[in-house]
């Protein structure tokens, strides 16, 4: 039976059999035991499936990333300690020394820096491109040694709405996967697979955690990109891995496991970014609530938006489901329920005016968090980006006055009139 999304956020992953726990028990330990060496020996091989080390695998984290593989449409998925981990997995499971990725140049200050420093660092090099890229421009930044190109569904803090089906169409002509963050949007609201996307990632951290309780991430696969019709560029995935007797893991797993169970068996064994056990508990009962919750960020975010558009103390607004934005169309093909509680907006009066505005609100709070179910807000060019000056910031598409605002659950009258209030005071 092919069930609804609500379902499966409540469901998916779990299926308890007569008298075991209704809910996902949390298995809190570290090994596993058996009966005789030959039993796990098979376990070390990959010969046959089961837990040994929590590093590797553990069941209750299984049960949650068979959950958000089920959401997303795909056929495997892992979960991460982070959402950094997720994304450098993602790469570094099919890119090494001397490859090259093309990547969206609208993605999470964390991800642009992971990749322009740290994986630069380890010989993998990456183009940037603007995410409102053509056909052409898509094309001209591949190379013959491009192993994937990256994205994000609505872009964190840009908000820009990815094109998935145009840059899954030029990842594909090239022979190489496209892989999607869709931390934003959530499977709730957009599923990149359904689009083309080949591999997605999340922080967990955010929505789908949605109550600022445990930092995580997670990798699903989508089960259809032939990793065996480009041998050549995967050796990783299509030829013999010496550190498991030999196995290749594309024709061992296949195009539905092979991915996942090579991120695991050797990433995760080598670099141990595994999330605990607790963690997975609790983001599984955010996803419980997934469905109900990101509709209200949605309503609530709508509701601000469009009190902050008609605003004379506002000088611009961002927001891809507010009529009339940059996005709008894209976020209408690829969000048609909304795409999330994330509003950017300038305060009129620069930086000065912004720092009073949010000195003056009381109900929506100071934070660099986003997509929980408190409201909060946060001002670039104090925080994250303070060491620019105004006309660096401008340069990176930031400007002084902007303020990126995370919408929760709370009241949106009671948001508004904060709002209206801090706005009010900087008069
Ligand atoms: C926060 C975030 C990350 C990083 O996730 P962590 O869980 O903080 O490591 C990656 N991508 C996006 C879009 C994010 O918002």
């Known amino acids: 039976m092919k069930k609804h999304i609500e379902t499966i956020c409540v469901q998916g992953g779990y299926t308890p059999s007569n008298g075991e726990p209704r809910q996902i028990p949390i298995i809190q330990s570290t ?37 958000l593989a089920e959401l997303e449409g795909g056929t495997a998925g892992m979960l991460t300690s982070s959402g950094q981990a997720a994304n450098f997995f993602s790469i570094f499971n099919i890119a090494t020394c001397g490859d090259h990725i093309v990547s969206s140049a609208n993605i999470y200050g964390g991800t642009f820096n992971l990749f322009s420093v740290t994986m630069k660092k380890m010989g993998i090099d990456f183009t940037f491109i603007s995410p409102d890229s053509t056909e052409e421009e898509i094309e001209s930044a591949m190379r013959p040694n491009t192993k994937a190109v990256f994205g994000e569904t609505v872009a964190n803090p840009s908000l820009a709405v990815l094109d998935i089906e145009l840059f899954a169409k030029v990842a594909h002509r090239h022979g190489v996967p496209l892989i999607i963050d869709n931390t934003f949007a959530t499977p709730v609201n957009c599923r990149p697979i359904e689009w083309g996307a080949d591999i997605v990632t999340h922080s967990t951290t955010k929505y789908i955690d949605g109550h600022g309780v445990s930092v995580g991430g997670a990798i699903i696969d989508g089960g259809k990109f032939d990793w065996m019709a480009h041998a050549d560029k995967f050796p990783g995935l299509c030829t013999p891995d010496d550190s498991y007797h030999g196995i290749t893991y594309a024709t061992k797993f296949g195009k539905e496991g092979a991915f996942i169970t090579k991120a695991t068996a050797q990433l995760m064994r080598d670099f141990g970014a595994i999330q605990s056990p607790q963690h997975a508990f609790y983001i599984n009962l955010g996803l419980e609530s997934l469905h109900v919750r990101m509709a209200r960020h949605v309503e609530n975010g709508r509701k601000v938006a469009e ?92 400007t002084p006055d902007l303020v990126r605002v995370s919408i929760g659950l709370e009241s949106a009258d009671d948001l508004i009139a904060d709002i209206a209030q801090a706005l009010e005071a900087t008069r």
């Open 307 to 398: 009190f902050l558009k008609n605003h004379p103390l506002v000088e611009w607004i961002t927001y891809p489901d507010l009529e009339g934005d940059k996005y709008y169309d894209l976020a209408k093909k690829y969000c048609p329920n909304g795409t999330c509680g994330v509003i950017s907006f300038g305060v009129k009066g620069g930086r000065k005016k912004t720092e009073e505005f949010m000195k003056n609100l009381r109900v929506i709070a100071i934070e660099t968090h986003v997509a929980d179910a408190r409201s909060c807000c946060l001002h670039p060019a104090n925080a994250t980006h303070r060491q620019m000056t105004d006309d660096e910031l401008v340069a990176a598409g930031i």
């Open 31 to 67: 090994t596993f035991k058996y009966d005789t060496s030959e039993d796990m020996g098979k376990l070390f091989d990959l010969e046959a499936s089961g837990y040994f080390y929590t590093r590797l695998q553990n069941p209750t984290n299984d049960y949650v990333a068979k959950k």
